[in-house]
């Protein structure tokens, strides 16, 4: 299904691959190929990466994956694959321009790979993609490196072709540009006005407030208010300290995540709330937590109670929407039973009950920080020294 050439092609087409007689194993298989892939390619971005470099990604998708980034991670959408290219464009190019060598050629190919997934999913991934350079080169460009620029220059120049292509091939390029296709009426001043100042909704949208699914599943508030912190508290931590460059990518990256919803929102005759969703924003989002913690002291600076309040809030936040997750396709939205199984009215009848999942789920994700923990504690990851810090 690509809605008539609407997305465009790479995603749905990978995903026909899969499909079959049966819709059930179809889409199963498709989310088990969609976990792998991704966890895949960020566990080799994660390896590539200077060692000073690695904190950064991880604290981009830790922090921006309760709730919707893990409910969209795992999904048949291929929203999912523009978050996947949100985390690793810009880390990796900006590494590219710190490194020489088989590694800097390693992660220039691994940005390129992630604009071709990022702008074969979603035709506003491309913008999202060639804004990732403008980050990279902010962040790494520097006079008289020419030399050890070429290879990074190259990925760059191939990444914004390949986002060309992919834009101007879909039919959501058109949308993009005019807005989303509506009836509504002009926008009065007024409207203008509150959707300015009312943007931030959807900031909260990506963190449960706007549900998930087709927004009819809205996890407990709790979920929303702990998440959220963490992402706020990452982006205070983060601009500690800030250098030139950084705090120039830092506000370019905030700016984007403002005024484009403001943009399409005007363009498309909507108020806040309604035709732009937070899932739109989610890639912005991953690359600001991003940007904003590539700091050399990352690794000390969540050391010790912050890394555990952290890990504690999102792991919490994460049992608890799916668990609300996992009722809403069981039973529905109007039970609050603690077994999410309880009076099921679908499930399988081998394998792990609800309760089941619930628990295999919430110990897994609350065990990714506990292993953090352990490994920050013990110095395992030590904070590098930014070639642009070592200069001052």
């Known amino acids: 299904m690509n809605a008539v050439g609407l997305y465009p092609p790479l995603f749905y087409t990978t995903m026909s691959v899969f499909v079959g007689p049966d819709v059930t194993?179809?889409?199963?298989?498709?989310?088990?190929?969609?976990?792998?892939l991704i966890v895949g390619i960020l566990s080799t971005v994660f390896f590539v990466l200077p060692t000073r470099l690695r904190p950064a990604l991880v604290i981009s998708i830790l922090a921006t994956s309760v709730p919707l980034g893990l409910f969209v991670?795992?999904?048949?959408?291929?929203?999912?694959?523009?978050?996947?290219?949100?985390?690793?464009?810009?880390?990796?190019l900006y590494g590219a321009t710190q490194t020489t060598g088989r590694r800097q050629v390693a992660l220039g190919s691994l940005a390129v790979l992630g604009a071709v997934l990022g702008a074969g999913s979603r035709a506003d991934s491309s913008i999202y993609a060639v804004f990732a350079v403008v980050?990279?080169?902010v962040l790494g460009v520097r006079r008289g490196h020419a030399r050890s620029l070429l290879v990074p220059g190259i990925a760059a120049a191939v990444?914004?072709?390949?986002?060309a292509g992919f834009y101007l091939s879909s039919g959501q390029s058109a949308s993009l540009a005019a807005g989303l296709p509506t009836d509504n009426p002009p926008l009065t001043g007024g409207q203008q006005l509150a959707n300015l100042f009312g943007v931030p909704v959807l900031w909260y949208g990506a963190f449960g407030a706007s549900g998930l699914g087709w927004l009819d599943t809205v996890p407990p508030a709790a979920v929303t208010n702990l998440a959220f912190a963490v992402f706020a508290?990452?982006?205070?931590?983060?601009?500690?300290?800030?250098?030139?460059?950084?705090?120039?990518?830092?506000?370019?990256?905030?700016?984007?995540?403002?005024?484009?919803?403001?943009?399409?929102?005007a363009q498309s005759r909507a108020v806040v709330g309604t035709e732009v969703q937070s899932r739109y924003l989610?890639?912005?989002?991953?690359?600001l937590v991003g940007v904003a913690s590539l700091t050399p002291q990352a690794s000390a600076a969540w050391q010790g109670p912050r890394s555990l309040v952290a890990g504690t809030a999102l792991a919490v936040a994460m049992s608890l929407a799916l668990h609300a997750n996992i009722r809403r396709y069981t039973v529905g939205a109007d039970s609050n039973a603690i077994d999410p199984g309880a009076g099921a009215e679908w499930w399988?009848?081998?394998?792990?009950?609800?309760?089941?999942?619930?628990?295999?789920?919430?110990?897994?994700?609350?065990?990714?920080?506990?292993?953090?923990y352990v490994v920050l504690r013990n110095g395992v990851v030590e904070p590098g020294i930014d070639s642009e810090e070592l200069t001052r």
């Open 25 to 36: 194993t179809s889409v199963i298989t498709m989310r088990i190929f969609n976990s792998t």
């Open 73 to 92: 991670f795992a999904s048949t959408n291929p929203s999912s694959w523009a978050m996947l290219a949100a985390a690793i464009i810009w880390v990796s």
């Open 135 to 137: 980050l990279a080169a």
């Open 159 to 163: 990444i914004v072709a390949v986002c």
């Open 233 to 265: 508290a990452t982006i205070f931590i983060g601009i500690h300290r800030l250098t030139a460059r950084r705090a120039l990518a830092v506000a370019a990256a905030f700016g984007a995540l403002w005024l484009v919803p403001f943009v399409l929102l």
């Open 282 to 287: 989610l890639p912005l989002i991953i690359i």
């Open 348 to 372: 399988w009848v081998t394998g792990p009950s609800p309760m089941g999942i619930w628990i295999i789920g919430t110990v897994c994700f609350a065990g990714i920080f506990a292993l953090l």
